[in-house]
């Protein structure tokens, strides 16, 4: 059983960047696709973006507009989000998310993630 961990959240200004980091343990990410959500209290966990077994498609929310890139660098077990000119609307705490199904493909429903992480919270102030 895979065990993911989020780090790199914090508090931020406007227009900064931050990147967040998911670090696989217990067995390798290699092999499933990847993904990054967030959540606001009160309010669904929404998709953020995704990124397929071999690294070469990637999906993003509407509103991330050009502003975030995720990426995979297997051979240390990680996955980033790298978010840049983050808005206050972006503040919410994190998830990184594997889904083990699929290969070429990624999805945005979180009910297609099998593990997730605890998050890490970002917060931006305007």
């Known amino acids: 059983q895979v065990q993911l961990a989020e780090t790199g959240g914090g508090l931020v200004q406007a227009g900064a960047s931050l990147k967040l980091t998911c670090v696989g343990s217990?067995?390798?990410?290699?092999?499933?696709?990847m993904g990054w959500f967030r959540q606001v209290p009160g309010r669904e966990r929404e998709f953020v973006a995704a990124i397929n077994v071999h690294g070469d498609k990637t999906e993003y929310a509407d509103f991330v507009e050009g502003r975030f890139t995720i990426s995979r660098d297997d051979a240390k077990n990680l996955v980033h989000l790298q978010m840049n000119s983050l808005k206050p609307e972006d503040t919410a705490n994190y998830y990184c998310?594997?889904?083990?199904?699929?290969?070429?493909?990624?999805?945005?429903?979180?009910?297609?993630?099998?593990?997730w992480g605890q998050g890490t919270q970002v917060t931006v102030s305007s």
């Open positions: 217990g067995r390798p990410l290699e092999g499933s696709s």
């Open positions: 998310a594997r889904d083990p199904i699929r290969y070429s493909t990624v999805s945005r429903f979180s009910a297609d993630y099998f593990q």
